[in-house]
């Protein structure tokens, strides 16, 4: 296994269900081509790959690239349950090129942070994707931040993030002159792009590489056939049968998941380890009215306290000009409410039932009071900001986009902070991989967890 991993092993044994006839590899696509699903019940051809990535978002489509790429002759499929790619955590986050100061050294995260940055801007240059190295601004504007802010600045060189420095109030007027502070590090390696943008050319790139992208696939079951018995010395070529909610059905030897928000539910229906679960925290943002985007240069991020578990509302421009002011983060009440009255009742439960949300909630009473109060009030947001940019008022925003974050929680009430890599025994087991929480930078760190997950399907499934 490679070393820096994190795994969960799961009791995970084979599923029940029946498989309705036999394989064709006449069956496949032209490579490079998406799949035209029949409308429902039996499939009018067996669909049959080497590998099966299921989740259309950005480290779904990194790690099926990176797949193929290192693999040209292994027929892969990327099943996504929308119409339409990247359209979820991938479509609905800041756009930030993070530098990876804020991850504990030595951790997965700080690790495939700096090495992502580092790739993404390689990518984006060789692929002509406009980004900005705006650069960002954490800012201390009380005393009692700056030895926080301190050791953020240590542990940002210890992570090896390029080009840090401590800056006093007439370094920060430079680069920010209508923000106030008292001291600041100075990111110039931070950066913005449109992430979408970034994960199509990556389905784009895997298509062109002979791969098969299967849209409207919600997948429902996975299961082993039934001719390929578990003693059986060789069994059938592909003996994981994958069914979506319409019947349709899609064969394969192995399975990556990458399911974001619905990771654990995709983990539990291969009959793997549930834990951790997924609690989803919406984000809101604000925008700031054209007219006063001349306010903010590059990104101005708080120093973020360690007694909370998120890191704060700060000020972020985006690739078309505006500048979004956010996010906070509030439960959400369905896994992909991204409106504030969004309710799903299986979600809640799950939530409520499975996971160690009621623990989080006690522990973190207070925080979770204000940025609920925050989400409902303006202005109380509003006052936040000005302790950055006084100049800011209520009539200069506007309400903005939302996000929901994949947050997986352990039953003690613990955000799960790093990577997470699941896999499992048995017949089902043994051939998957789950990718169970890949938390912000993930976009940031896409193509470093690609190769991370390429190394390992390759030593695992001895590929």
């Not at 705006?134 to 009380?142: F, M, N, R």
């Not at 623990?359 to 947001?381: D, H, I, P, W």
Request: hydrophobic share 40%; charged share 20%; glycine share 10%.
């Amino acid at each position: 296994m490679v070393p820096a991993l994190r795994y969960i092993r799961g009791a995970c044994g084979p599923a029940l269900g029946g498989f309705p006839g036999g394989f064709s590899s006449a069956g496949r696509p032209a490579p490079g081509r998406s799949w035209p699903l029949c409308q429902g019940g039996r499939p009018a051809s067996t669909r049959s790959f080497d590998v099966v990535v299921i989740g259309g978002g950005i480290v779904g489509l990194a790690s099926a690239r990176a797949l193929i790429l290192r693999h040209p002759a292994l027929s892969i499929g990327v099943l996504e349950k929308e119409k339409d790619l990247a359209i979820h955590q991938t479509g609905h986050n800041s756009g930030v090129i993070h530098s990876g100061i804020y991850y504990k050294p030595e951790s997965l995260k700080a690790k495939l942070c700096v090495q992502g940055a580092a790739l993404i801007y390689e990518y984006c240059k060789q692929k002509g994707i406009s980004y900005k190295q705006c650069g960002k601004l954490i800012v201390a504007v009380e005393q009692e931040e700056i030895p926080r802010l301190q050791a953020l600045y240590e542990r940002g060189r210890q992570n090896g993030v390029q080009g840090l420095r401590l800056i006093q109030q007439e370094d920060i007027k430079k680069k920010e002159p209508y923000c106030r502070g008292l001291m600041a590090i100075d990111c110039p390696y931070t950066g913005i792009v449109d992430y979408r943008q970034v994960a199509l050319s990556f389905a784009k790139d895997f298509q062109e590489a002979g791969g098969f992208v299967l849209t409207n696939f919600e997948v429902k079951d996975i299961e082993l056939a039934k001719e390929s018995p578990s003693r059986s010395k060789d069994g059938m070529k592909y003996p994981i049968v994958i069914r979506n909610t319409k019947g349709e059905e899609v064969q394969c030897q192995y399975v990556v998941t990458c399911a974001g928000l619905y990771s654990d539910r995709i983990s539990e229906l291969s009959g793997c380890n549930p834990d951790p679960q997924i609690v989803p925290f919406r984000g809101d943002y604000l925008i700031l009215k054209p007219e006063k985007c001349y306010l903010v240069k590059g990104n101005i991020y708080p120093v973020p306290d360690s007694r909370f578990p998120f890191l704060g509302v700060h000020f972020t421009p985006r690739m078309d000009g505006s500048i979004w002011l956010g996010p906070n983060a509030v439960l959400a009440f369905k896994r992909e409410g991204y409106r504030p009255f969004d309710f799903s009742a299986r979600d809640i439960m799950d939530v409520i039932i499975k996971s160690g949300l009621i623990k989080l909630v006690f522990q973190n009473f207070s925080y979770g009071v204000n940025e609920m109060y925050k989400a409902c009030f303006l202005s109380a947001t509003v006052k936040h900001l000005q302790k950055f940019i006084p100049e800011i008022t209520v009539s200069d925003i506007l309400r903005g986009p939302a996000g929901v974050r994949a947050q997986a929680l352990d039953r003690d009430g613990n955000l799960i902070e790093d990577f997470v890599f699941d896999g499992g025994v048995g017949d089902i087991g043994n051939r998957i991989l789950h990718v169970r929480n890949a938390p912000s930078p993930a976009a940031t760190s896409s193509l470093a967890i690609s190769g991370m997950i390429a190394d390992e399907v390759q030593q695992r499934f001895k590929l």
